[in-house]
């Protein structure tokens, strides 16, 4: 079926590096996705990537994806207070246009 | 970038009336929208399907007679929330899609509470 699993929680120092990893089970996505969640907002798309790449670079943001695996990663470098948010993975599937999302991981900035 | 916008950002309604939600594609024409509803510390869960001019597709579960979903013209679609109860009281997000396999994009959701 189709499943996108993440770590409900991370916690990282101020300036460090976040990596928050995701796991989905269809291999027929098209594209992955990252969204942010601040508190009491609507959903703010970060990145996607087109599932024949592996990576995607874009300013502090660096998205890996390993197909094989059927693993995602989000890479924020240099993390910022302004960074805590949620942040959600999500797959969109070619045979029926759905997007599933993961159940968001909820990123903690510690001073 | 595309826009989607909701309105109202926020209700709040007495148990039993009903209420509805806008949702509008502001610079493209959205052929597709959906509906989701966020439960609170869980993900999204897609309610509904709609294209412009045909009846909308629920998901499994969710009541298409308490949640009427109207997707009149290419920028406009509404979540009307009938009869509403406490446990209806949610955040509630919409997106549009284009044609052509576009990207989705998402609005800024609407908090429903229900007293």
């Known amino acids: 079926g189709e499943d996108v699993e993440q770590s409900l929680f991370l916690s990282v120092r101020e300036g460090d590096s976040s990596v928050i990893n995701c796991t989905y089970t269809d291999s027929s996505s098209t594209y992955l996705y990252w969204y942010k969640q601040e508190p009491g907002a609507g959903l703010q798309l970060l990145t996607y990537i087109f599932s024949n790449m592996d990576m995607k670079q874009d300013q502090r943001l660096t998205v890996l994806l390993n197909k094989k695996d059927k693993h995602l990663s989000l890479r924020i470098a240099d993390t910022q207070t302004g960074d805590s948010a949620i942040y959600f993975c999500a797959e969109s599937m070619l045979r029926d246009d759905k997007i599933i999302f993961g159940k968001g991981t909820r990123l903690h900035i510690l001073p | 970038g595309a826009v989607v916008s909701q309105h109202p950002s926020r209700v709040i309604c007495k148990s039993g009336t009903s209420v509805k939600i806008e949702c509008r594609s502001l610079d493209f024409q959205a052929t597709t929208m959906f509906w989701y509803r966020q439960f609170p510390k869980k993900s999204l869960m897609l309610m509904a399907t709609s294209n412009e001019g045909s009846k909308a597709t629920y998901e499994q579960g969710v009541e298409k007679d308490k949640f009427l979903i109207n997707h009149a013209s290419l920028t406009l679609s509404t979540l009307t929330v009938t009869s509403a109860h406490p446990e209806d009281s949610s955040f509630y997000i919409c997106?549009?899609?284009?044609?052509?396999?576009?990207?989705?994009?998402f609005g800024p959701g609407t908090r429903l509470t229900v007293l």
């Open positions: 997106s549009a899609r284009g044609g052509g396999g576009s990207r989705e994009f």
